[in-house]
T-cell receptor, first 115, second 112 residues
Framework: DGGITQSPKYLFRKEGQNVTLSCEQN?????MYWYRQDPGQGLRLIYY???????QKGDIAEGYSVSREKKESFPLTVTSAQKNPTAFYLC??????????????FGNGTRLTVT | RKEVEQDPGPFNVPEGATVAFNCTYS??????FFWYRQDCRKEPKLLMS???SGNEDGRFTAQLNRASQYISLLIRDSKLSDSATYLC?????????????FGQGTTLQVKP
């Protein structure tokens, strides 16, 4: 079955360490996204990518970095520069052909705790 | 004004009730709209796409009102399992980047 896989489901890190969250999709979707969700809050866009080797900053990109070396993969690195990294991170993808009616498909998320 | 606005609720309703949520959007040229359901500590899941003619899926009905710039979600015969947060998502005009805009979500609690 096609889908989006995020790993790990739970991640614990010490302050000052960089950490990379994995996101892989086998839906053959062009576009991939990273969102952050804090308790009781909505989703905020961190980065997105429409095509391999290209990506754009979202609304809260500071302290994060991404790469898109393969269509299937869009890893997110949370750097030590991110002041409040503890959150629920969601990866999503969608096709861009007839994008106007193309919904987002989400992975099941990574819950990051930094102490 | 936020691009997409939802009443956060919570909406507390008894089982069997009919409940409706609205979602307003500011960009009059927005092209498409979606409702997602998100359970606590889980990822959002697509509930319905919203078409200009409105659409229905079992107990759920979605409507689009372009003149007043809102979409609605109606849930009939509410079940306990409908308790969740419902997210409104808008695809703005010209957004082939796919930078979809999320509302904050409306929380529904269905009580026995």
């Amino acid at each position: 079955d096609g889908g989006i896989t995020q790993s790990p489901k739970y991640l614990f890190r010490k302050e000052g360490q960089n950490v990379t969250l994995s996101c892989e999709q086998n839906l053959n979707h062009d576009a991939m996204y990273w969102y952050r969700q804090d308790p009781g809050q909505g989703l905020r866009l961190i980065y997105y990518s429409q095509i391999v080797n290209d990506f754009q900053k979202g609304d809260i990109a500071e302290g994060y970095s991404v790469s898109r070396e393969k269509k299937e993969s869009f890893p997110l690195t949370v750097t030590s520069a991110q002041k409040n990294p503890t959150a629920f991170y969601l990866c999503a993808s969608r096709r861009l052909l007839r994008a106007y009616n193309s919904p987002l498909h989400f992975g099941n998320g990574t819950r990051l705790t930094v102490t | 004004r936020k691009e997409v606005e939802q009443d956060p609720g919570p909406f507390n309703v008894p089982e069997g009730a009919t409940v409706a949520f609205n979602c307003t959007y500011s960009n009059s040229a927005s092209q498409s709209f979606f409702w997602y359901r998100q359970d606590c500590r889980k990822e959002p899941k697509l509930l319905m796409s919203v078409y200009s003619s409105g659409n229905e899926d079992g107990r759920f009905t979605a409507q689009l009102n372009r003149a007043s710039q809102y979409i609605s979600l109606l849930i009939r015969d509410s079940k306990l399992s409908d308790s969740a947060t419902y997210l409104c998502v808008v695809n703005p005009a010209g957004s082939n980047t796919g930078k979809l805009i999320f509302g904050q979500g409306t929380t529904l609690q269905v009580k026995p």
